[in-house]
């Protein structure tokens, strides 16, 4: 996969070789390690020639055909060419391609759909949710009155009838599906039944899935929600960004959250990049990708079970696991520091109801969407739940043997070379 060089870091050296080298290392980084980070993915070339191309160089406040610059005539094609994509690849009946990253595009809902003291539901961050989704850090927890559910301790799972009751009390305005840390497939239906009964604007952030919904390895949330927001450059495999779907009849206010609401001039350079990650996203190469990753999610699972790691929920049905290292008897914290070390890359992440500060954490995350990008398929998954397991169990001991493995699997898959 990606057999071109990414030729923009040789570019760079004439000019400035201190930036230069530091990119440079990134990019052997990449090449020389097993990404399992689930948020990440490994863009197209294509994907990241667009991103660093002239069109960073236009100011085009508004939205095309109605700017607040002049000569926006060509990235007006461009938007309303990205815009038309993204209806297309989703079936939405509305489309906002501006938001600069998936916080925004969340900021901009809220914004559309909340008053300040407004109260809003979203699943806690230490459950799984997103800070944006009304963490007490973040701007949408100190602006509006925000009622968190969590996940069942005991089992992992959401609990709609939970939420149910939870929304028939607090009677929100917005109700928010959708996770950074669920290995599960949710039942969007459901949570819109519980919004239309209380009345709520229905909101899923699919920033996770984005890539599986697009690639039918999951069900799309855009026919039950009245507005989805997504990032562009998880699962979807695009440049860094947001993205929000919806209704029609929410587009105007939604348009007008995010500009003026809470951006300035877009950024039309990474629009031409997400309208290429949409175009790549509609190929039927795209839809075995989506299968692949969730089949690897699957072995991966598997051969983590089997190798003594207790897994959140038992398993996986998309594209990442929770591995709940107590019966290892190593934190989240030190097994992230140690598989940095042996070159492959995954995070700490708080399991439900995790005794540990987020800082240390139970457990870590694991994801196959870049790792199938690059080509791995079900052997390298279960060479790599080995390692993960020898790297928990005896770190000194293994490296030499789990940092071989590592290369030549870099080495069999090589990534823009
Ligand atoms: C990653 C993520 C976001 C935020 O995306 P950024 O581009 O980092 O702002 C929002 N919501 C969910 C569920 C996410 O997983």
Do not use: W
Not at 76 to 83: G, V, Y
Not at 98 to 110: I, L
Not at 163 to 170: P, V, Y
Request: aromatic share 6%; proline share 5%.
């Amino acid at each position: 996969m990606y057999s071109r060089p990414i030729d923009s870091i040789g570019f760079v050296e004439s000019f400035d070789p201190e930036v230069s080298a530091m990119m440079q290392r990134e990019l052997v980084r990449q090449q020389d390690g097993i990404e399992l980070i689930a948020s990440e993915n490994f863009a197209s070339p294509a994907v990241i020639a667009a991103m660093g191309s002239i069109l960073t160089n236009k100011y085009a406040e508004g939205l095309p055909g109605k700017r607040y610059y002049g000569g926006c005539q060509f990235v007006d094609e461009l938007e309303s060419l990205c815009i038309q994509r993204a209806k297309d690849l989703f079936g939405a009946e509305f489309a906002n391609v501006q938001p600069h990253s998936g916080a925004q595009a969340n900021m901009a809902v809220e914004l559309a759909i909340l008053q300040p003291g407004d109260t809003m539901m979203g699943m806690s961050l230490a459950n799984g949710g997103h800070l944006s989704h009304g963490s007490p850090a973040n701007i949408s927890g100190k602006y509006y009155n925000v009622v968190s559910y969590d996940v069942n301790h005991e089992t992992g799972l959401i609990d709609y009838d939970q939420i149910r009751d939870m929304a028939k009390k607090c009677n929100p305005k917005l109700i928010i599906a959708g996770a950074s840390a669920y290995p599960r497939a949710i039942d969007f239906s459901i949570f819109a039944d519980i919004a239309h009964e209380v009345g709520a604007v229905f909101m899923v952030d699919m920033a996770h899935i984005a890539g599986l919904v697009a690639g039918g390895a999951h069900q799309s949330p855009v026919p039950y929600a009245d507005i989805v927001t997504t990032t562009t450059h998880k699962t979807l495999r695009g440049p860094r960004g947001g993205l929000i779907l919806g209704r029609e009849e929410f587009a105007k206010k939604i348009n007008s959250a995010v500009f003026p609401g809470t951006q300035g001039g877009p950024l039309e350079h990474v629009i031409a990049a997400k309208a290429i990650c949409l175009k790549e996203a509609a190929q039927d190469s795209f839809k075995d990708y989506a299968h692949n990753v969730v089949a690897n999610a699957k072995v991966m699972a598997q051969a983590l079970l089997e190798e003594g790691f207790d897994l959140v929920t038992g398993g996986t049905d998309n594209h990442l696991m929770l591995a709940d290292l107590r019966p290892m008897h190593i934190t989240g914290k030190e097994l992230q520091q140690r598989c940095d070390e042996n070159h492959i890359t995954l995070n700490k992440n708080a399991i439900p109801g995790d005794p540990e500060k987020p800082s240390v954490t139970s457990g870590v995350r694991i994801g196959t969407p870049a790792a199938t990008t690059r080509g791995l398929g079900a052997q390298e998954m279960k060479q790599i739940a080995k390692c993960i397991a020898m790297t928990a169990r005896d770190f000194e001991g293994t490296k030499a043997e789990v940092r071989a493995t590592v290369a030549q699997i870099c080495e069999k898959y090589p990534l823009y070379r």
